[in-house]
């Protein structure tokens, strides 16, 4: 699929058992008290539990089929994927203590997953792929501009950064394993089931996000047109994460695209180095 790009022979993908908010009590507007990136990140946090395993479910029916290094990538994958549903799982329910049905925007996210579990082993690993593209373009994002996360209370903005930290370390393990399992299939076919896989798991996943945020405003009476005018200039204005969601689908159809044409180590360094020094020496 790329003959002008790999994963750097020195990549590290670190095992942290981290634990964030436990003694946090968030507000129901959790994010600054701003209704729009509260539900925004809200409804992408509801689909995380149950998305990341079926990533790790995807990737690791092909692992027996790799050798190291990517045999053991594959495995710190998992284990990364494994704690981000964990922490997650616990975020989810800070919401619903806010208030919020959060069971419903789960129950979302299990029907697309369902019905991706029902279709061929190869397509399944395809989707994830482009779901990890989505998690480490929007990883990239949040760490490179403060003011993407900016408003955050403390324990939730570690929480995210962590997770955009760790999205970055494995962004190309799923990617990998569909490139040795496609080693012997045309380019051309590779390139057009990335294409079509990608195109659909774009619209998939705007479904299930604007499901999740309708349902969150409308426990909030403000699923209207002026707060969706508001929460659509948020979304894909010029510095908005779906508009760089969007933009990045677009540049992972590239015929040579791989995940670490753009390396982003450096940004992952500076950014564990603002963490605890308790947390940043597990690294």
């Known amino acids: 699929m790329s003959d002008t790009a790999h994963t750097p022979d020195d990549l590290t993908i670190i095992k942290r058992d981290w634990k964030f908010g436990r003694g946090a009590n968030y507000q129901r507007w959790w994010f600054g008290g701003d209704v729009i990136r509260t539900a925004f990140f809200t409804a992408l946090s509801a689909t995380f539990p149950i998305g990341e395993k079926y990533f790790m479910t995807s990737v690791k029916h092909y692992r ?3 050798s190291m290094p990517l045999r053991g990538q594959i495995d710190d994958f998992m284990y990364q994927e ?4 964990r922490e997650h799982v616990f975020f989810n329910q800070q919401a619903e203590r806010a208030g919020y049905d959060i069971k419903k925007l789960e129950e979302r996210t299990r029907k697309m997953v369902n019905w ?3 279709r061929p082993a190869l397509l399944q690993l395809s989707s994830t792929c482009a779901l990890e593209h989505f998690t ?3 990883a990239n994002a949040a760490l490179s501009d403060d003011l993407q996360l900016e408003g955050m209370p403390e324990e939730a903005l570690q929480m995210w950064r962590w997770h955009a930290v760790e999205e970055i370390e494995h962004k190309a393990v799923a990617y990998d394993t569909l ?3 496609t080693r ?3 380019a051309f ?3 057009w089931r990335r294409c079509v896989v990608m195109t659909f798991s774009t619209i998939r996943f705007h479904m299930v996000l604007f499901g999740n945020i309708k349902d969150l405003l409308k426990e909030d009476g403000l699923n209207d047109a002026k707060t969706w005018s508001r929460m659509l200039r948020y979304l894909y204005g010029r510095k908005g994460p779906m508009r760089i969601l969007v933009v990045g689908a677009f ?3 590239k015929p040579r695209f791989h995940p670490w044409d753009h390396d982003d180590r450096a940004l992952v360094a500076k950014t564990l180095a603002t963490f605890p020094p308790a947390m940043a020496a597990q690294h």
């Open 82 to 85: 494994s704690m981000h549903s």
């Open 136 to 138: 480490a373009t929007l």
């Open 251 to 253: 540049g992972y159809m």
């Open 184 to 186: 012997n299939r045309s």
């Open 179 to 181: 490139v040795h399992v």
């Open 64 to 66: 027996d089929e790799t």
């Open 189 to 191: 076919s590779n390139w």
């Open 116 to 118: 991706a579990k029902s």
